[in-house]
């Protein structure tokens, strides 16, 4: 079966959480059984497989290429939704220019007949990507809590400062390639500028937690297909955001 429940396998946990780690640590196997038949896959790099015969070829070159850049994974965080959960954590690899840490984020919506899909989201900095065409049916329909509708249309309309007014002081965003941008330095004034007015995020799907709202959505710009993207929206203590993680080709 391609759910969490009653999974004959070693991999402890939700299916969201187990399954970069286990792509990093070589467990396919085991991935695999978990799986089951009723699985579908969409990477942005080796692009969509939905049966037997082609995920598991699909899960043998996600591994190797994990692999080959010697990355380990950390979790970073997960939320949990009506029809999806979510994992985020960091690819960590060891380079002669020092340590990178490349955002990922796993996606494991539940769909109907037990079946299941899981998307990935990371920036893959390869020219041989597949671009991801977000769905036709992107509405604006998709419940999300007031403050992260308000993030939404503040870059919708190219309104800076009321983005950042969503934010808490010691706020930060962390982009697709890992590197934090603080509201207190002016990096996040700075970052959020090139975006406004430049694009619109329509949420085609979302798992909020209280905590951590988790929104995929189509990017849509001028001229171009909308392509899918992702964005965890955290919030504090004070009810703004904390931070901000996106996860999207660069």
Not at 31 to 44: E, K, V
Not at 215 to 233: I, K, N, S, Y
Not at 242 to 247: A, Q, S
């Amino acid at each position: 079966m391609a759910d969490d429940r009653g999974a004959a396998s070693t991999l402890k946990g939700r299916l969201a959480d187990v399954f970069v780690r286990a792509l990093v640590d070589g467990s396919l196997a085991e991935l695999s059984r978990r799986l089951g038949n009723r699985a579908t896959i969409d990477d942005p790099l080796f692009g969509r497989a939905s049966t037997l015969s082609s995920i598991e070829p699909l899960l043998q070159k996600l591994s190797a290429h994990f692999e080959r850049l010697g990355a380990t994974y950390r979790h970073v965080a997960s939320a949990t939704g009506v029809e999806r959960d979510v994992s985020e954590g960091v690819l960590v690899v060891n380079t002669k220019q020092g340590v990178t840490e490349t955002p990922i984020a796993v996606v494991a919506e539940r769909r109907r007949l037990r079946e299941i899909e899981l998307r990935l989201y990371y920036a893959t900095g390869s020219e041989e990507r597949k671009p991801r065409v977000a769905p036709r049916n992107a509405t604006a329909d998709v419940a999300v809590p007031q403050i992260v509708a308000h993030v939404l249309d503040g870059l919708r309309k190219g309104a800076v400062e009321r983005v950042l007014a969503a934010f808490e002081e010691s706020s930060r965003l962390v982009d697709p390639r890992g590197t934090p941008h603080a509201k207190r330095d002016g990096s996040l004034a700075s970052f959020v500028s090139r975006l406004t007015g430049r694009l619109a995020l329509v949420p085609t799907g979302a798992a909020d937690d209280g905590r951590h709202c988790f929104v995929e959505a189509a990017v849509m710009r001028e001229g171009d297909d909308a392509e899918l993207a992702a964005f965890t929206f955290e919030r504090g203590d004070s009810g703004l955001l904390r931070e901000i993680r996106c996860y999207y080709e660069p």
